[in-house]
Protein backbone atom coordinates (compact mmCIF):
# COMPACT_ATOMS: atom_id res chain seq x y z
CA UNK A 1 0.00 0.00 0.00
CA UNK A 2 1.44 3.40 -0.90
CA UNK A 3 1.92 5.80 1.79
CA UNK A 4 -0.35 8.17 2.88
CA UNK A 5 -0.30 11.27 5.71
CA UNK A 6 -3.54 13.46 6.32
CA UNK A 7 -0.76 16.37 6.80
CA UNK A 8 0.07 16.36 2.90
CA UNK A 9 -0.54 14.79 -0.41
CA UNK A 10 2.59 16.11 -1.83
CA UNK A 11 3.68 13.00 -4.35
CA UNK A 12 7.70 14.09 -4.46
CA UNK A 13 7.39 14.11 -0.47
CA UNK A 14 5.23 10.67 -0.13
CA UNK A 15 7.43 9.05 -2.56
CA UNK A 16 10.29 9.72 -1.05
CA UNK A 17 9.44 8.98 2.46
CA UNK A 18 8.38 5.92 1.11
CA UNK A 19 11.53 4.90 -0.84
CA UNK A 20 13.77 5.92 2.16
CA UNK A 21 11.32 4.06 4.86
CA UNK A 22 11.84 0.91 2.41
CA UNK A 23 15.77 1.34 3.28
CA UNK A 24 15.65 2.46 6.57
CA UNK A 25 12.89 -0.08 8.12
CA UNK A 26 10.96 1.77 10.67
CA UNK A 27 8.71 -0.29 12.50
CA UNK A 28 6.34 2.83 12.02
CA UNK A 29 6.20 6.20 9.92
CA UNK A 30 4.79 9.19 11.94
CA UNK A 31 4.35 12.92 10.02
CA UNK A 32 5.29 15.60 12.44
CA UNK A 33 2.33 18.38 12.23
CA UNK A 34 4.26 20.92 14.74
CA UNK A 35 1.62 21.38 17.39
CA UNK A 36 1.51 21.87 20.86
CA UNK A 37 -0.11 18.35 21.40
CA UNK A 38 2.44 16.22 19.51
CA UNK A 39 5.18 18.33 21.83
CA UNK A 40 3.39 16.97 25.02
CA UNK A 41 3.17 13.46 23.52
CA UNK A 42 6.51 13.49 22.16
CA UNK A 43 8.64 14.75 25.17
CA UNK A 44 6.36 12.12 27.13
CA UNK A 45 7.65 9.30 25.30
CA UNK A 46 11.16 10.56 25.36
CA UNK A 47 10.83 10.94 29.51
CA UNK A 48 9.14 7.21 29.43
CA UNK A 49 12.05 6.04 27.55
CA UNK A 50 14.95 8.01 29.73
CA UNK A 51 15.80 10.43 26.69
CA UNK A 52 14.63 13.35 28.67
CA UNK A 53 14.50 13.67 32.16
CA UNK A 54 12.28 16.25 33.90
CA UNK A 55 14.00 18.40 35.71
CA UNK A 56 12.75 20.67 38.42
CA UNK A 57 9.58 22.26 37.28
CA UNK A 58 9.10 25.24 39.44
CA UNK A 59 12.39 26.10 39.09
CA UNK A 60 12.48 24.99 35.34
CA UNK A 61 9.04 24.71 33.38
CA UNK A 62 8.32 22.77 30.81
CA UNK A 63 12.50 22.63 30.75
CA UNK A 64 14.22 18.39 30.20
CA UNK A 65 17.62 17.65 30.46
CA UNK A 66 19.00 15.46 28.32
CA UNK A 67 22.61 13.10 28.05
CA UNK A 68 23.92 12.47 24.71
CA UNK A 69 26.32 9.49 24.18
CA UNK A 70 30.10 10.82 26.26
CA UNK A 71 31.48 9.56 23.08
CA UNK A 72 29.00 12.22 20.96
CA UNK A 73 29.15 15.36 22.00
CA UNK A 74 30.44 18.07 19.84
CA UNK A 75 30.25 18.60 15.95
CA UNK A 76 32.84 15.93 13.90
CA UNK A 77 34.67 17.83 11.18
CA UNK A 78 36.72 15.05 10.36
CA UNK A 79 33.50 12.82 9.51
CA UNK A 80 32.05 15.74 7.70
CA UNK A 81 31.60 15.34 3.70
CA UNK A 82 31.05 17.15 1.06
CA UNK A 83 30.41 14.98 -1.78
CA UNK A 84 30.43 16.82 -5.03
CA UNK A 85 31.23 15.52 -8.45
CA UNK A 86 35.05 16.22 -8.20
CA UNK A 87 37.17 16.98 -5.25
CA UNK A 88 38.30 20.08 -6.50
CA UNK A 89 34.39 21.43 -6.12
CA UNK A 90 34.68 20.56 -2.28
CA UNK A 91 38.30 22.40 -2.26
CA UNK A 92 41.19 21.45 -0.31
CA UNK A 93 39.67 22.45 3.37
CA UNK A 94 36.28 19.84 3.12
CA UNK A 95 36.60 15.85 3.41
CA UNK A 96 35.06 15.20 -0.21
CA UNK A 97 33.87 11.90 -1.00
CA UNK A 98 32.40 10.99 -4.89
CA UNK A 99 28.63 11.08 -4.26
CA UNK A 100 28.18 7.78 -6.02
CA UNK A 101 31.12 6.38 -2.91
CA UNK A 102 29.27 8.25 -0.41
CA UNK A 103 25.45 7.48 -1.14
CA UNK A 104 27.22 3.70 -1.74
CA UNK A 105 28.50 3.47 1.65
CA UNK A 106 26.02 4.93 3.35
CA UNK A 107 23.25 3.55 1.82
CA UNK A 108 25.08 0.15 3.82
CA UNK A 109 24.61 1.95 7.40
CA UNK A 110 21.38 3.12 6.73
CA UNK A 111 19.98 -0.03 5.53
CA UNK A 112 17.70 -1.64 8.14
CA UNK A 113 19.05 1.05 10.52
CA UNK A 114 15.56 1.69 11.81
CA UNK A 115 14.14 -1.86 12.56
CA UNK A 116 12.14 -1.57 16.00
CA UNK A 117 12.32 2.32 16.00
CA UNK A 118 9.77 4.76 14.44
CA UNK A 119 10.77 7.36 11.11
CA UNK A 120 9.97 10.94 11.89
CA UNK A 121 8.91 13.16 9.24
CA UNK A 122 9.74 16.14 10.47
CA UNK A 123 8.84 19.30 7.72
CA UNK A 124 10.22 22.80 8.54
CA UNK A 125 11.12 25.76 7.33
CA UNK A 126 14.33 27.84 7.77
CA UNK A 127 13.16 31.56 7.56
CA UNK A 128 10.27 33.09 8.25
CA UNK A 129 7.16 31.36 6.46
CA UNK A 130 6.33 32.62 3.52
CA UNK A 131 9.24 34.19 2.68
CA UNK A 132 10.45 33.91 -0.76
CA UNK A 133 14.00 33.89 0.34
CA UNK A 134 13.11 31.08 3.13
CA UNK A 135 14.41 27.58 2.58
CA UNK A 136 12.14 24.39 3.07
CA UNK A 137 13.60 21.09 4.48
CA UNK A 138 11.97 17.97 5.67
CA UNK A 139 14.84 15.58 7.90
CA UNK A 140 13.61 11.73 8.58
CA UNK A 141 15.29 10.95 11.49
CA UNK A 142 14.69 8.02 14.62
CA UNK A 143 15.33 10.75 16.77
CA UNK A 144 12.69 12.00 19.18
CA UNK A 145 15.41 14.11 20.82
CA UNK A 146 16.15 15.28 17.30
CA UNK A 147 12.45 15.99 16.41
CA UNK A 148 11.82 17.98 19.65
CA UNK A 149 14.74 20.05 19.28
CA UNK A 150 14.05 20.82 15.38
CA UNK A 151 10.29 21.76 17.10
CA UNK A 152 12.16 24.62 18.76
CA UNK A 153 15.39 25.45 16.06
CA UNK A 154 12.81 25.89 13.30
CA UNK A 155 9.56 26.65 11.80
CA UNK A 156 8.20 22.57 12.49
CA UNK A 157 5.73 20.98 11.17
CA UNK A 158 1.88 21.69 9.22
CA UNK A 159 2.70 25.61 8.23
CA UNK A 160 6.07 23.98 6.26
CA UNK A 161 4.31 21.22 4.62
CA UNK A 162 1.28 24.09 3.73
CA UNK A 163 4.23 26.07 2.39
CA UNK A 164 5.48 23.35 0.80
CA UNK A 165 2.51 22.24 -1.20
CA UNK A 166 2.90 20.21 -3.92
CA UNK A 167 6.45 21.26 -4.63
CA UNK A 168 9.45 18.84 -5.71
CA UNK A 169 11.56 21.82 -4.33
CA UNK A 170 12.88 20.79 -0.73
CA UNK A 171 16.30 19.60 0.97
CA UNK A 172 15.96 15.93 1.31
CA UNK A 173 17.68 14.97 5.29
CA UNK A 174 17.92 11.48 6.15
CA UNK A 175 19.04 10.73 9.66
CA UNK A 176 19.83 7.96 12.07
CA UNK A 177 21.68 7.58 15.05
CA UNK A 178 22.58 4.17 14.33
CA UNK A 179 24.64 2.52 17.29
CA UNK A 180 26.04 5.87 18.19
CA UNK A 181 29.52 4.87 16.58
CA UNK A 182 32.02 6.95 15.82
CA UNK A 183 33.43 4.48 13.69
CA UNK A 184 30.22 3.95 11.58
CA UNK A 185 29.53 8.23 11.66
CA UNK A 186 29.27 9.82 8.80
CA UNK A 187 27.94 14.00 7.68
CA UNK A 188 27.64 13.87 3.94
CA UNK A 189 26.06 16.90 2.30
CA UNK A 190 25.09 16.19 -1.36
CA UNK A 191 24.67 19.76 -2.76
CA UNK A 192 23.98 18.89 -6.20
CA UNK A 193 20.89 17.05 -5.13
CA UNK A 194 19.99 19.21 -2.09
CA UNK A 195 20.31 16.35 0.16
CA UNK A 196 22.12 15.37 3.79
CA UNK A 197 22.25 11.59 4.57
CA UNK A 198 23.75 12.30 8.50
CA UNK A 199 24.46 9.14 10.73
CA UNK A 200 25.66 7.69 13.62
CA UNK A 201 25.40 10.95 15.82
CA UNK A 202 22.06 12.77 17.90
CA UNK A 203 24.18 15.52 18.60
CA UNK A 204 23.64 19.22 17.77
CA UNK A 205 24.93 20.64 14.13
CA UNK A 206 25.52 16.77 13.13
CA UNK A 207 21.99 15.87 13.73
CA UNK A 208 19.64 18.89 13.94
CA UNK A 209 19.72 18.88 9.92
CA UNK A 210 18.64 22.18 9.32
CA UNK A 211 21.30 24.41 11.31
CA UNK A 212 24.50 23.98 10.10
CA UNK A 213 24.10 21.57 7.15
CA UNK A 214 21.53 22.71 5.25
CA UNK A 215 21.46 26.54 6.36
CA UNK A 216 25.31 26.95 5.87
CA UNK A 217 26.37 24.09 3.67
CA UNK A 218 23.75 23.68 1.54
CA UNK A 219 23.04 27.17 1.96
CA UNK A 220 26.42 28.34 0.94
CA UNK A 221 26.32 26.49 -2.27
CA UNK A 222 22.92 27.95 -2.87
CA UNK A 223 24.01 31.52 -2.27
CA UNK A 224 26.65 31.23 -4.72
CA UNK A 225 24.51 30.28 -7.40
CA UNK A 226 21.66 32.41 -6.03
CA UNK A 227 23.57 35.69 -5.79
CA UNK A 228 23.28 35.85 -1.59
CA UNK A 229 25.71 34.79 1.39
CA UNK A 230 25.16 31.92 4.12
CA UNK A 231 27.13 33.38 7.08
CA UNK A 232 27.90 32.11 10.49
CA UNK A 233 26.95 35.42 11.80
CA UNK A 234 24.54 36.70 14.39
CA UNK A 235 22.43 39.63 13.70
CA UNK A 236 21.41 42.22 16.15
CA UNK A 237 19.95 45.84 16.03
CA UNK A 238 21.25 48.65 18.18
CA UNK A 239 18.59 51.50 19.25
CA UNK A 240 19.94 54.98 20.09
CA UNK A 241 18.60 56.98 22.44
CA UNK A 242 16.79 59.04 19.52
CA UNK A 243 15.58 55.78 18.47
CA UNK A 244 17.52 55.40 14.97
CA UNK A 245 18.18 51.95 14.57
CA UNK A 246 21.00 50.45 13.43
CA UNK A 247 21.98 46.54 12.35
CA UNK A 248 24.98 44.92 12.46
CA UNK A 249 26.31 41.24 11.58
CA UNK A 250 28.98 39.04 12.99
CA UNK A 251 30.60 36.45 12.26
CA UNK A 252 32.03 34.80 15.35
CA UNK A 253 34.27 31.11 15.19
CA UNK A 254 32.32 28.38 17.28
CA UNK A 255 31.73 29.40 21.03
CA UNK A 256 33.62 32.39 20.50
CA UNK A 257 30.84 34.72 21.37
CA UNK A 258 28.24 35.45 18.74
CA UNK A 259 24.92 34.45 21.48
CA UNK A 260 26.67 36.73 24.25
CA UNK A 261 27.12 39.90 21.35
CA UNK A 262 23.53 39.64 19.83
CA UNK A 263 22.13 39.17 23.68
CA UNK A 264 24.40 42.01 24.96
CA UNK A 265 23.26 44.54 27.89
CA UNK A 266 24.62 47.67 27.22
CA UNK A 267 26.92 48.90 30.46
CA UNK A 268 25.11 51.96 32.76
CA UNK A 269 27.16 54.75 30.60
CA UNK A 270 24.83 53.78 27.84
CA UNK A 271 21.54 55.35 29.44
CA UNK A 272 19.00 55.20 26.49
CA UNK A 273 20.81 52.71 24.27
CA UNK A 274 19.04 49.50 23.26
CA UNK A 275 20.18 45.85 21.59
CA UNK A 276 17.72 43.39 20.05
CA UNK A 277 18.97 40.46 18.87
CA UNK A 278 17.68 38.81 15.26
CA UNK A 279 19.49 35.99 15.41
CA UNK A 280 22.49 34.02 17.40
CA UNK A 281 24.46 31.93 15.08
CA UNK A 282 23.36 32.17 11.10
CA UNK A 283 22.53 34.80 8.72
CA UNK A 284 21.12 35.10 5.11
CA UNK A 285 22.73 38.19 3.80
CA UNK A 286 20.87 39.23 0.16
CA UNK A 287 20.89 42.57 -1.91
CA UNK A 288 17.64 44.27 -1.04
CA UNK A 289 15.73 46.32 -4.12
CA UNK A 290 17.29 49.35 -2.23
CA UNK A 291 20.70 48.18 -2.95
CA UNK A 292 21.77 47.38 0.99
CA UNK A 293 22.53 44.26 2.04
CA UNK A 294 19.54 42.76 4.10
CA UNK A 295 19.87 40.12 6.65
CA UNK A 296 17.45 37.33 8.19
CA UNK A 297 17.92 34.55 10.56
CA UNK A 298 16.41 30.97 9.24
CA UNK A 299 16.52 30.00 12.54
CA UNK A 300 13.38 30.39 15.25
CA UNK A 301 15.41 29.14 18.56
CA UNK A 302 19.05 29.05 19.79
CA UNK A 303 21.24 26.09 20.53
CA UNK A 304 23.59 28.04 22.63
CA UNK A 305 27.14 26.78 24.63
CA UNK A 306 26.06 26.81 28.06
CA UNK A 307 29.28 27.03 30.43
CA UNK A 308 29.73 30.97 30.68
CA UNK A 309 26.75 31.65 30.65
CA UNK A 310 25.21 33.77 34.16
CA UNK A 311 23.38 36.44 35.43
CA UNK A 312 26.06 38.82 34.77
CA UNK A 313 27.31 37.65 31.31
CA UNK A 314 24.18 37.04 29.67
CA UNK A 315 21.03 38.12 31.34
CA UNK A 316 18.82 38.03 28.60
CA UNK A 317 19.98 34.10 27.78
CA UNK A 318 19.44 33.54 31.45
CA UNK A 319 16.10 35.03 31.06
CA UNK A 320 15.59 32.92 27.44
CA UNK A 321 16.34 29.77 28.83
CA UNK A 322 14.14 30.22 31.90
CA UNK A 323 10.92 27.93 30.66
CA UNK A 324 10.64 25.34 27.58
CA UNK A 325 14.44 24.56 27.17
CA UNK A 326 16.12 21.22 26.55
CA UNK A 327 19.59 21.15 28.22
CA UNK A 328 22.31 18.65 26.75
CA UNK A 329 25.11 17.55 29.02
CA UNK A 330 24.67 20.07 31.54
CA UNK A 331 24.76 18.76 35.60
CA UNK A 332 22.15 18.92 37.49
CA UNK A 333 21.16 19.44 41.35
CA UNK A 334 19.92 17.29 44.21
CA UNK A 335 17.35 19.51 43.73
CA UNK A 336 16.72 18.90 40.04
CA UNK A 337 17.76 22.71 39.02
CA UNK A 338 20.63 23.07 36.16
CA UNK A 339 24.53 23.46 36.42
CA UNK A 340 27.45 24.20 34.40
CA UNK A 341 30.91 26.13 35.17
CA UNK A 342 30.40 29.71 35.61
CA UNK A 343 26.72 29.83 36.54
CA UNK A 344 25.80 32.09 39.50
CA UNK A 345 26.36 31.27 42.92
CA UNK A 346 28.06 28.93 44.93
CA UNK A 347 29.40 25.79 43.84
CA UNK A 348 27.11 23.12 44.82
CA UNK A 349 29.10 20.40 47.39
CA UNK A 350 27.52 17.50 45.24
CA UNK A 351 26.16 17.63 42.01
CA UNK A 352 25.12 14.80 39.34
CA UNK A 353 27.31 15.25 36.37
CA UNK A 354 26.92 15.68 32.55
CA UNK A 355 27.49 11.86 32.40
CA UNK A 356 25.21 11.14 34.89
CA UNK A 357 28.20 10.15 38.04
CA UNK A 358 27.96 11.68 41.19
CA UNK A 359 30.22 14.68 41.32
CA UNK A 360 31.70 16.58 44.42
CA UNK A 361 32.60 19.93 44.65
CA UNK A 362 36.78 20.35 44.19
CA UNK A 363 36.91 17.27 41.27
CA UNK A 364 39.01 18.38 38.76
CA UNK A 365 36.53 16.81 35.87
CA UNK A 366 34.25 19.73 34.62
CA UNK A 367 30.79 18.60 35.84
CA UNK A 368 28.97 20.01 32.50
CA UNK A 369 30.51 19.02 29.30
CA UNK A 370 32.65 22.12 27.97
CA UNK A 371 30.10 21.96 24.91
CA UNK A 372 27.06 21.76 26.87
CA UNK A 373 24.26 23.74 25.36
CA UNK A 374 20.51 24.70 25.86
CA UNK A 375 17.88 24.56 23.31
CA UNK A 376 15.70 27.39 23.60
CA UNK A 377 12.55 29.24 21.76
CA UNK A 378 13.63 33.00 20.04
CA UNK A 379 10.19 33.73 21.44
CA UNK A 380 11.72 33.63 25.37
CA UNK A 381 14.31 36.14 24.40
CA UNK A 382 13.52 39.41 26.16
CA UNK A 383 15.27 41.66 23.83
CA UNK A 384 13.76 39.72 20.71
CA UNK A 385 13.69 41.99 17.44
CA UNK A 386 10.53 42.64 16.17
CA UNK A 387 11.77 42.07 12.85
CA UNK A 388 12.60 38.24 13.33
CA UNK A 389 9.37 37.14 11.11
CA UNK A 390 10.03 40.28 8.77
CA UNK A 391 10.55 38.55 5.34
CA UNK A 392 13.03 41.37 4.73
CA UNK A 393 15.11 40.67 7.24
CA UNK A 394 16.87 43.82 8.58
CA UNK A 395 19.66 46.28 6.35
CA UNK A 396 22.92 45.96 7.95
CA UNK A 397 25.19 48.87 8.33
CA UNK A 398 28.53 46.83 9.14
CA UNK A 399 29.57 43.33 8.85
CA UNK A 400 32.08 42.57 11.82
CA UNK A 401 34.56 39.08 11.70
CA UNK A 402 36.49 38.35 14.96
CA UNK A 403 37.81 35.70 16.35
CA UNK A 404 40.05 34.19 19.52
CA UNK A 405 43.40 35.33 19.39
CA UNK A 406 45.60 35.60 22.35
CA UNK A 407 47.64 38.36 20.79
CA UNK A 408 48.30 40.09 17.05
CA UNK A 409 44.61 40.87 16.37
CA UNK A 410 43.79 44.42 18.20
CA UNK A 411 40.59 45.37 19.69
CA UNK A 412 38.92 46.81 16.68
CA UNK A 413 39.93 47.75 13.40
CA UNK A 414 38.26 48.86 10.37
CA UNK A 415 38.64 47.69 6.96
CA UNK A 416 40.10 50.41 3.88
CA UNK A 417 37.25 48.83 1.65
CA UNK A 418 35.03 45.64 0.56
CA UNK A 419 38.26 43.67 -0.77
CA UNK A 420 40.64 44.59 2.24
CA UNK A 421 37.34 43.70 4.11
CA UNK A 422 36.91 40.64 2.36
CA UNK A 423 40.85 40.09 3.08
CA UNK A 424 40.25 40.18 6.64
CA UNK A 425 37.91 37.80 6.96
CA UNK A 426 39.77 35.71 4.74
CA UNK A 427 42.73 35.66 6.78
CA UNK A 428 40.76 35.47 10.07
CA UNK A 429 42.52 32.94 12.82
CA UNK A 430 40.66 31.58 15.90
CA UNK A 431 41.93 29.21 18.44
CA UNK A 432 39.78 26.22 18.49
CA UNK A 433 36.76 25.69 21.24
CA UNK A 434 34.97 22.52 22.37
CA UNK A 435 32.41 23.33 19.88
CA UNK A 436 33.98 20.68 17.56
CA UNK A 437 35.67 17.09 18.53
CA UNK A 438 39.86 17.52 18.58
CA UNK A 439 42.10 19.54 20.54
CA UNK A 440 41.19 23.07 22.07
CA UNK A 441 43.06 26.23 21.76
CA UNK A 442 45.16 25.62 18.86
CA UNK A 443 45.48 28.61 16.09
CA UNK A 444 43.88 27.69 12.65
CA UNK A 445 43.08 29.53 9.77
CA UNK A 446 38.86 30.04 10.15
CA UNK A 447 37.72 32.55 7.04
CA UNK A 448 34.82 33.86 8.14
CA UNK A 449 34.24 31.79 10.75
CA UNK A 450 32.82 29.37 7.99
CA UNK A 451 35.69 27.16 7.66
CA UNK A 452 33.54 23.82 8.93
CA UNK A 453 30.37 25.30 6.84
CA UNK A 454 31.19 25.92 3.93
CA UNK A 455 29.62 23.57 1.20
CA UNK A 456 32.13 24.46 -1.64
CA UNK A 457 35.67 25.44 -2.84
CA UNK A 458 36.57 27.88 -0.05
CA UNK A 459 38.85 29.88 -2.75
CA UNK A 460 35.15 30.11 -4.76
CA UNK A 461 33.68 31.04 -1.49
CA UNK A 462 36.03 34.15 -1.46
CA UNK A 463 35.38 34.85 -5.26
CA UNK A 464 31.82 34.99 -4.49
CA UNK A 465 32.67 37.57 -1.29
CA UNK A 466 34.49 39.54 -3.51
CA UNK A 467 32.06 39.39 -6.41
CA UNK A 468 28.86 40.95 -4.33
CA UNK A 469 30.78 44.35 -4.30
CA UNK A 470 29.23 44.97 -7.18
CA UNK A 471 26.05 43.56 -6.31
CA UNK A 472 25.82 45.63 -3.37
CA UNK A 473 25.24 49.54 -4.80
CA UNK A 474 25.54 50.39 -0.65
CA UNK A 475 27.39 47.86 1.30
CA UNK A 476 27.71 47.77 5.01
CA UNK A 477 31.31 48.59 6.02
CA UNK A 478 33.07 46.21 7.31
CA UNK A 479 35.26 45.65 10.59
CA UNK A 480 37.63 43.34 12.37
CA UNK A 481 37.04 42.70 16.18
CA UNK A 482 39.15 40.43 18.85
CA UNK A 483 37.84 40.25 22.72
CA UNK A 484 40.21 37.56 23.76
CA UNK A 485 43.13 38.84 23.05
CA UNK A 486 45.41 38.53 26.23
CA UNK A 487 48.24 39.90 28.60
CA UNK A 488 51.41 38.45 29.80
CA UNK A 489 49.63 37.06 32.94
CA UNK A 490 47.75 35.12 30.84
CA UNK A 491 43.97 37.17 31.31
CA UNK A 492 41.77 38.41 28.95
CA UNK A 493 42.49 42.03 28.57
CA UNK A 494 39.24 43.39 27.27
CA UNK A 495 36.40 42.59 29.77
CA UNK A 496 34.49 42.40 26.92
CA UNK A 497 30.33 40.79 27.31
CA UNK A 498 28.44 44.11 27.99
CA UNK A 499 31.75 46.11 27.34
CA UNK A 500 31.62 44.84 24.20
CA UNK A 501 28.91 48.06 23.64
CA UNK A 502 31.18 50.63 23.81
CA UNK A 503 33.25 48.79 20.89
CA UNK A 504 29.96 48.75 19.18
CA UNK A 505 29.14 52.02 19.69
CA UNK A 506 32.52 53.14 17.72
CA UNK A 507 31.41 50.21 14.46
CA UNK A 508 27.94 52.29 14.28
CA UNK A 509 29.46 55.53 14.39
CA UNK A 510 32.24 54.64 11.62
CA UNK A 511 29.61 53.04 9.89
CA UNK A 512 27.35 56.32 9.74
CA UNK A 513 30.15 58.46 9.18
CA UNK A 514 30.02 60.46 12.40
CA UNK A 515 33.62 60.07 13.69
CA UNK A 516 37.52 60.01 12.29
CA UNK A 517 39.69 57.08 12.86
CA UNK A 518 43.42 56.65 12.98
CA UNK A 519 45.38 54.87 9.51
CA UNK A 520 48.07 51.94 10.51
CA UNK A 521 49.16 49.44 7.62
CA UNK A 522 46.27 46.78 8.59
CA UNK A 523 43.22 49.54 9.30
CA UNK A 524 41.73 52.15 10.64
CA UNK A 525 41.48 52.13 14.31
CA UNK A 526 39.89 54.65 16.65
CA UNK A 527 41.66 57.59 17.72
CA UNK A 528 42.76 58.47 21.15
CA UNK A 529 39.92 58.43 23.64
CA UNK A 530 37.37 57.54 20.61
CA UNK A 531 36.41 54.55 22.19
CA UNK A 532 34.19 55.58 25.64
CA UNK A 533 35.61 54.26 28.40
CA UNK A 534 33.78 55.87 31.42
CA UNK A 535 32.51 53.94 34.22
CA UNK A 536 34.78 51.24 33.27
CA UNK A 537 37.59 50.54 35.65
CA UNK A 538 40.50 49.66 33.03
CA UNK A 539 44.18 50.74 33.62
CA UNK A 540 45.40 53.06 30.34
CA UNK A 541 47.87 50.45 29.43
CA UNK A 542 45.80 47.84 29.54
CA UNK A 543 43.73 49.54 26.98
CA UNK A 544 47.36 50.19 25.37
CA UNK A 545 47.80 46.14 24.87
CA UNK A 546 44.09 45.15 23.81
CA UNK A 547 44.43 47.84 20.80
CA UNK A 548 48.20 47.42 20.25
CA UNK A 549 49.39 46.68 16.72
CA UNK A 550 53.01 45.13 17.04
CA UNK A 551 54.84 44.50 13.69
CA UNK A 552 56.77 41.83 14.53
CA UNK A 553 53.44 39.72 15.36
CA UNK A 554 51.87 41.18 11.74
CA UNK A 555 54.76 40.01 10.13
CA UNK A 556 54.10 36.32 11.29
CA UNK A 557 50.62 36.77 10.55
CA UNK A 558 51.11 37.56 7.34
CA UNK A 559 53.26 35.06 6.12
CA UNK A 560 51.51 32.57 7.54
CA UNK A 561 48.60 33.54 6.10
CA UNK A 562 50.27 32.78 2.54
CA UNK A 563 50.33 28.92 3.42
CA UNK A 564 46.76 28.95 4.07
CA UNK A 565 46.40 30.98 0.52
CA UNK A 566 48.79 28.59 -1.02
CA UNK A 567 46.89 25.43 -0.45
CA UNK A 568 43.87 27.03 -3.05
CA UNK A 569 46.39 26.90 -5.94
CA UNK A 570 45.08 28.41 -9.39
CA UNK A 571 41.12 28.81 -7.78
CA UNK A 572 42.38 31.36 -5.41
CA UNK A 573 41.17 35.28 -6.31
CA UNK A 574 44.60 37.07 -6.65
CA UNK A 575 43.02 40.22 -5.47
CA UNK A 576 43.56 38.93 -1.60
CA UNK A 577 46.66 37.47 -2.46
CA UNK A 578 47.89 40.87 -3.91
CA UNK A 579 46.62 42.61 -0.21
CA UNK A 580 48.56 40.37 1.57
CA UNK A 581 52.07 41.25 -0.52
CA UNK A 582 51.08 44.84 -0.69
CA UNK A 583 50.66 44.67 3.57
CA UNK A 584 53.89 42.67 3.67
CA UNK A 585 56.25 45.03 1.55
CA UNK A 586 54.71 47.85 3.28
CA UNK A 587 55.83 46.68 6.96
CA UNK A 588 59.17 45.56 5.68
P1 LIG B 1 28.34 28.71 18.70
O1 LIG B 1 26.95 28.50 19.22
O2 LIG B 1 29.24 27.53 18.97
O3 LIG B 1 28.40 29.10 17.27
O4 LIG B 1 29.03 29.83 19.62
P2 LIG B 1 28.84 31.39 19.89
O5 LIG B 1 29.72 32.15 18.96
O6 LIG B 1 27.41 31.77 19.95
O7 LIG B 1 29.52 31.53 21.34
P3 LIG B 1 28.94 32.01 22.75
O8 LIG B 1 28.36 33.39 22.71
O9 LIG B 1 28.07 30.94 23.27
O10 LIG B 1 30.29 32.10 23.63
C1 LIG B 1 31.08 30.99 23.89
C2 LIG B 1 32.09 31.25 24.96
O11 LIG B 1 32.76 32.49 24.80
C3 LIG B 1 31.47 31.26 26.36
O12 LIG B 1 32.28 30.52 27.23
C4 LIG B 1 31.47 32.71 26.72
O13 LIG B 1 31.51 32.90 28.10
C5 LIG B 1 32.70 33.24 26.00
N1 LIG B 1 32.56 34.69 25.64
C6 LIG B 1 31.53 35.25 24.97
N2 LIG B 1 31.70 36.58 24.83
C7 LIG B 1 32.88 36.88 25.42
C8 LIG B 1 33.62 38.10 25.60
O14 LIG B 1 33.22 39.18 25.17
N3 LIG B 1 34.81 38.00 26.25
C9 LIG B 1 35.29 36.81 26.72
N4 LIG B 1 36.47 36.80 27.34
N5 LIG B 1 34.62 35.64 26.58
C10 LIG B 1 33.43 35.67 25.94
C1 LIG C 1 28.66 25.60 16.34
O1 LIG C 1 29.43 24.65 16.60
O2 LIG C 1 29.04 26.59 15.66
C2 LIG C 1 27.28 25.61 16.87
C3 LIG C 1 26.80 24.38 17.51
O3 LIG C 1 26.57 26.59 16.71
S1 LIG C 1 26.33 23.15 16.37
O4 LIG C 1 24.91 23.28 16.11
O5 LIG C 1 26.63 21.86 16.99
O6 LIG C 1 27.05 23.32 15.14
MN1 LIG D 1 27.58 28.15 15.47
Request: net charge negative; charged share 25%; glycine share 8%.
Given at each position: MPLTSNLTTNKHLLGWVEEMAALCQPDSVVF???????????????????????????????????????????????????????????????????PADAYLKLRGLFEGSMKGRTMYVVPYVMGPLGSEHSKIGIELTDSVYVTLNMGIMTRMGKPALDMLADSNEFNRGLHCTGDVNPERRYICHFPQDNTIWSFGSGYGGNALLGKKCLAL???????????????????????????????VAAAFPSACGKTNFAMMIPPKRFAGWRVYTVGDDIAWLRVGEDGR???????????GVAPGTNMKSNPNAMKTIAKNTIFTNVAVTKNGEVWWEGLDGEVPE??????????????????????????APAANNPILSAHVNDPRGVPISAVIFGGRRSNTIPLVMQSFNWAHGVYLGSTMASETTAAATGATGVVRRDPMAM?????????????????????VPYPPKIFMVNWFRKGTDGKFLWPGYGDNMRVLKWIIDRAHGKVGAQETLFGWVPKQGHIDLSGLEI?????????????????IELESQKTFFDQFGERMPRTLELIRQQLLSRLS
Open positions: CDGSEAETKRLTEYAVSKGILIPLNQEKHPGSYLHRSNPNDVARVEHLTFICTPTKDEAGPTNNWMARIGSYLGRDEGWLAEHMLILGVEDPDGNKTYLWAVNPEAGYFELTDWKGQPWKKGSTEKAAHPNSRFTLPFTGYNVADYFAHWLKMQKAAPEIVDAATHIDDNEWK
